[in-house]
T-cell receptor
């Protein structure tokens, strides 16, 4: 079946530290992969996406590379800011199985000054 | 501005009462979704609709109902059969299979 496994949180980092949030997936074929961010009390916002193997999604200093050989889509940022504090969700959209998305459980990030 | 709106932001339900959460989009998207989010947990799919007048149950449909009479609107009713309705409810939409889902701001449902 289809599933997403995310690194357990919460994660606490100092400002300007390097961030990695691990995400691995199980899917048949070639799914599209996404990272969403959720700020307190709000809906999810798309952060970045990749639709085929070896694609790199990037936005606001965040990056993730679609690695089919390791079925991974790890989120990275070189220098986090306090404003990056949020919950991050990894998600996949399977190929040819309707419109359903599969979300990870989310990783809470707190950045301290 | 195009987007998804949800109302109300907060909703209170009394025992035995049905309540309806509104979701409207002006993105011309064909597909719409309802998710439930509990504290510290991921999203669970309640219902989704790929076209007008058609919808399918998701993973946790029991105690909920939906309608899709217009492309722009996908209201969710939380019925009295849903015994633990307290949660954050998120509506989303996308144009077609595999494309990005866009989310509304959410409705927080609380039980009195």
């Amino acid at each position: 079946g289809n599933s997403v496994t995310q690194m357990e949180g919460p994660v606490t980092l100092s400002e300007e530290a390097f961030l990695t949030i691990n995400c691995t997936y199980t899917a048949t074929g070639y799914p599209s992969l996404f990272w969403y961010v959720q700020y307190p009390g709000e809906g999810l916002q798309l952060l970045l996406k990749a639709t085929k193997a070896d694609d790199k999604g990037s936005n606001k200093g965040f990056e993730a590379t679609y690695r089919k050989e390791t079925t991974s889509f790890h989120l990275e940022k070189g220098s986090v800011q306090v404003s990056d504090s949020a919950v991050y969700f990894c998600a996949l959209s399977p190929q040819n199985t309707g419109n359903q998305f599969y979300f990870g459980t989310g990783t809470s990030l707190t950045v301290i000054p | 501005d195009g987007g998804i709106t949800q109302s109300p932001k907060y909703l209170f339900r009394k025992e035995g009462q049905n309540v309806t959460l509104s979701c409207e989009q002006n993105l011309n998207h064909d597909a719409m979704y309802w998710y439930r989010q509990d504290p510290g947990q991921g999203l669970r799919l309640i219902y989704y609709s790929q076209i007008v007048n058609d919808f399918q149950k998701g993973d946790i449909a029991e105690g909920y109902s939906v309608s899709r009479e217009k492309k722009e609107s996908f209201p969710l009713t939380v019925t009295s059969a849903q015994k633990n309705p307290t949660a954050f409810y998120l509506c989303a939409s996308n144009k077609r299979v595999g494309e990005t889902q866009y989310f509304g701001p959410g409705t927080r449902l609380l039980v009195l």
